[in-house]
């Protein structure tokens, strides 16, 4: 193909790709009061314990962009497969087969740990937001910024479902040539701080059990990803060790 063609197949799946946004985003929309209510349960429960907290809209279209904001949060979630998709079929084209197999196994693996990441992320949220409202004295009263709040909902979800994806991106490495199983183990100890300081930092509860609770899972993927490198360099070799030997042949 040439410049002009791929400029055209690119603005193509760029439309279609915007396209299965936009309409998800639609749809999302009349989702995002439900949404809202779910991420408020923290601080009914906040309130239940006797304490003033809500939810507070400081400027007059803070309640409409959070709407908005949810909505599109759930648009690029919901319309992932169309967008993957269209980002698959443009570079497709350009891989080897091996590359494409790696590709495939990649998305493969990444989405459904990003969603489980989410997933807890989704259920460690509410004690991460009543921990930090125990701070605050008990005569106190709680306010809340709409938008900050679900900004700090989105981003803590987000983080851990990231969090879970970065052992895929190991096992990438050490599949294109990058970093070996050897590497990926000596670093063991250092990966274990790692993981453990950023549950801490995802997790501010008062004692270990949450922060544990994600950092296990974690930790096992770290080590998973290191078990599929080790067995990927030991076909290598295999592979290395039999074509040596057919030539000495």
């Known amino acids: 193909m040439s410049f ?13 790709a915007a396209l299965a946004i936009v309409i998800a985003a639609v749809g999302s929309f009349f989702l995002a009061d439900f949404v809202l209510n779910a991420l408020r349960g923290p601080i009914d429960a906040v309130a239940e314990t006797g304490r003033t907290a ?28 169309v967008w993957l998709w269209q980002i ?48 605050a004295p008990a005569e106190s009263t709680s306010i809340f910024g ?32 990058v970093m ?17 300081l950023f549950a801490a930092l995802a997790t501010p509860a008062s004692d270990v059990v949450t922060m544990i609770v994600l950092a296990i899972p974690m930790i096992a993927l770290y080590f998973v990803a290191a078990g599929i490198a080790w067995l990927h360099d030991r076909a290598v070799a295999k592979r290395a060790d039999k074509l040596a030997a057919e030539i000495a042949i």
């Open 146 to 177: 709409t938008k900050y709040y679900v900004d700090f909902a989105t981003k803590l979800i987000i983080a851990i479902g990231v969090g879970f994806v970065l052992p895929v991106f190991l096992v990438l490495l050490n599949f294109v040539g």
């Open 54 to 81: 809500e939810l507070n809209n400081t400027v007059l279209t803070e309640a409409f962009d959070v709407k908005l904001q949810i909505a599109l949060t759930l648009a690029i979630v919901i319309s992932s497969p």
């Open 4 to 16: 002009g063609a791929h400029l055209i197949e690119l603005r193509k799946r760029l439309f279609t």
């Open 180 to 196: 070996t199983a050897q590497t990926i183990l000596k670093g063991w100890r250092v990966a274990i701080l790692v993981i453990s």
């Open 88 to 135: 698959w079929a443009y570079i497709v084209p350009a891989l080897k087969r091996t590359e494409k197999r790696y590709v495939v196994g990649f998305f493969g693996a990444a989405l459904p740990l990003f969603l489980a990441g989410c997933t807890m992320g989704w259920f460690i949220f509410p004690h991460t937001v009543q921990l930090l409202a125990s701070f």
